[in-house]
């Protein structure tokens, strides 16, 4: 069930849930959030939240590599955050500033690992894991005669540790795979139906390994898309044409060790949409 209040300036928010299985009998899910604007330009939130995830059929029974022995994830999730509305020039230029800070704790997560003396990768519960971070977000929105401008800036930082104690040698490592740094910019100038764009994504060094070892280090990377865009109609049709270079700088970056990932590429996507047949 979901219940909502409202009061003035502040809405709060209560979710319970309750999954039946017969092999784990779960416990209730809460969710309980609430938003105060003080100000008509400022708004404050938080979320708190109890998380529970079976494994799923791939994890499970996939092949080569699923574990039919892996425990339900489930823990907890919570977070605040802040932002603020800045309009300039008569409203014709709006920045939003959002900052949020979040902490989750897992038990039993389910993660997929290189099986030892094989190529082949299989889910394991890695115990107790950490979670601890902050995003902060820029949009912007300009509008100027039959331009818009667009920017949207995204900085993560996450910290994710395993704090498993009977793995004194993973204990308090971050988890493999993931990024201290994260950063993504989009960029979009829009003129009547044409738009053209351009996303700007960095991703920090990684451990490819549980222990951290510099051995397994991946170097970050930064990666450059742009596109551009037309829209149409015809009659009754409308859709989208669009034109997009991936990876711009062909840099070369793997996400995966061992695993290149495609330099520069070219796309065309076509889109129709047909409102009424007859």
Do not use: C
Request: hydrophobic share 30%; net charge positive.
């Amino acid at each position: 069930g979901a219940f909502q209040y409202e009061q003035s300036n502040l809405t709060t928010n209560l979710s319970v849930r309750q999954q039946f299985n017969p092999y784990t009998n779960p416990a209730p899910q809460f969710s309980l959030g609430a938003n105060y604007r003080p100000m008509k330009k400022l708004f404050l939130r938080s979320h708190f939240s109890t998380k529970y995830r079976m494994p799923t059929m791939n994890d499970k029974y996939w092949q080569p590599g699923g574990n039919k022995n892996l425990r339900p994830e489930h823990g907890w999730t919570a977070e605040v955050g802040a932002g603020y509305t800045f309009d300039y020039n008569s409203h014709r230029a709006q920045s939003t500033l959002e900052m949020t800070a979040y902490q989750s704790k897992i038990q039993d997560m389910i993660e997929w690992m290189p099986m030892k003396g094989s190529s082949f990768w299989h889910p394991v519960n890695t115990s107790r894991v950490r979670t601890r971070g902050l995003e902060t977000s820029l949009s912007h929105t300009l509008r100027w005669n039959r331009y818009r401008l667009q920017l949207l800036s995204l900085y993560n930082y996450t910290r994710a540790v395993n704090l498993n104690e009977s793995q004194p040698d993973i204990y308090g490592k971050q988890l493999r795979y993931t990024p201290f740094h994260t950063l993504k910019n989009n960029l979009y100038i829009t003129r009547d139906t044409y738009t053209l764009g351009t996303t700007l994504k960095y991703a920090g060094e990684r451990f490819s390994t549980a222990d951290n070892a510099p051995s397994g280090k991946l170097d970050d990377y930064l990666l450059m898309d742009l596109f551009v865009s037309k829209k149409m109609k015809v009659n009754n049709l409308k859709g989208n044409i669009k034109f997009s270079i991936k990876n711009l700088m062909d840099n070369q970056y793997q996400i995966i060790a061992n695993y290149p990932m495609p330099g520069r590429a070219y796309y065309i996507h076509l889109n129709i949409q047909m409102n009424q047949i007859f």
